[in-house]
């Protein structure tokens, strides 16, 4: 049997010689055995983790998401009980355009049916409809685990503030929140969605509205905001301001206006024409886009003045009708004498002869001195 190399000795496969290592080598061999580890200090150890971690300056403070995925189509179904109702055709279609050349720059967010092997939309209905469009196999997706309970709280709350969200369907979805809580207190409700109570109930009167105003809504044509000026006033009505506050463009502090006066009026109509026919009069005497309308908003409001003051009649209601559509403020004796002061100034450079020139304006001065003299006649008496 062959001798077998000594513990110092090792033997070259090559040649067969045998080789003894150097001193040096023996001596830093045993010094690393004897030397004892210093306190406080211990060998580096590798775990298996360490190994497969991303060690590159951008991998510092990112953390990888389990449950970041990339689901196929084909898997994905919307939620039939989501708030929204509602897909602006023109934007869906701008939003294929721009994933069929970009893809899809934000997840959408799903839940996981087990009973049905279906991810079921939480949030991002409409990138998953563009992706269809789009013709794309997968749709990168973020999968939560959200309990039915809790599901429709957290899509208001994603798109309670969005306004590619109608008021309409989110009224219908605070309703149906309503329910799930077992009909708690709408106060309750709005805590649950974080939202004003106030502002939770300018949601749920969109939803009072007739149907044909409430598809306003739905369609984009018609504001929350410009809707509130259709509370409170009877169905023919709310639905030919509605339908004339969308072709007329009508800004939304104008339909306020309208609106307020239309409930102050005691000379409400009973038929559509005639509804349509009071709205288009108020309409026209509220919207100043030249001189000549706002002419005409003058002389208006100086003839109703004229004939309060002078008895021919012997109620304000039609004067106030005119006053809240126009958006006068309320009676103060300092804006008075402000108004006073203003119209002194703007008299301060004219002359008689100037004055005398301008027929129109000759007549609102008269019409205006007979008013102010009935005013201070009546108060001396």
Do not use: C
Request: proline share 6%.
């Amino acid at each position: 049997m062959p001798d077998r190399p000594a513990p110092d000795e090792f033997e070259d496969i090559l040649t067969g010689r045998r080789t003894g290592r150097s001193t040096g080598a023996r001596r830093a061999q045993q010094d690393n055995i004897d030397k004892p580890v210093r306190p406080g200090r211990s060998r580096r150890r590798f775990t298996v983790d360490a190994l497969f971690s991303d060690t590159r300056p951008q991998a510092v403070g990112v953390q990888d998401l389990p449950e970041a995925k990339e689901i196929a189509l084909e898997r994905i179904e919307p939620d039939p009980n989501q708030p929204r109702r509602t897909f602006d055709e023109e934007r869906l279609e701008e939003l294929t355009e721009s994933i069929r050349k970009e893809g899809v720059l934000q997840p959408i967010v799903v839940r996981y049916d087990a009973e049905r092997d279906r991810y079921i939309i939480v949030h991002g209905e409409r990138r998953f409809r563009a992706s269809t469009r789009a013709q794309r196999k997968t749709i990168p997706a973020l999968v939560r685990n959200v309990p039915e309970s809790r599901l429709l709280v957290q899509q208001l709350m994603e798109n309670i503030v969005r306004d590619d969200l109608n008021a309409v369907d989110r009224a219908r979805a605070l309703r149906i929140l309503k329910d799930q809580m077992n009909d708690a207190p709408w106060e309750e409700v709005a805590a649950e969605v974080g939202i004003r109570r106030s502002r939770l109930f300018q949601l749920l009167d969109t939803s009072k509205l007739p149907e044909p105003a409430q598809e306003h809504i739905r369609a984009g044509t018609l504001s929350e905001k410009q809707s509130r000026a259709l509370q409170g006033l009877p169905p023919i009505y709310q639905q030919e301001l509605a339908d004339a506050i969308v072709e007329r463009a009508v800004p939304s502090q104008i339909a306020t206006r309208v609106g307020r006066a239309l409930r102050q009026s005691s000379r409400l109509a009973t038929t559509q024409d005639a509804a349509r026919a009071h709205i288009a009069e108020l309409l026209d005497l509220a919207i100043s886009g030249d001189d000549e309308s706002r002419n005409a908003q003058i002389d208006r409001l100086l003839d109703a003045l004229n004939q309060v003051v002078s008895g021919m009649e012997r109620d304000r209601v039609g004067l106030d009708e005119i006053a809240t559509t126009l958006g006068a403020p309320a009676y103060t004796p300092s804006r008075v004498t402000k108004s006073v002061g203003e119209l002194a100034q703007a008299l301060a450079q004219a002359d008689r002869d100037r004055i005398a020139s301008d027929r129109q304006l000759r007549e609102r001065l008269r019409a205006l001195g007979r008013i102010i003299a009935s005013l201070t006649d009546d108060t001396e008496s």
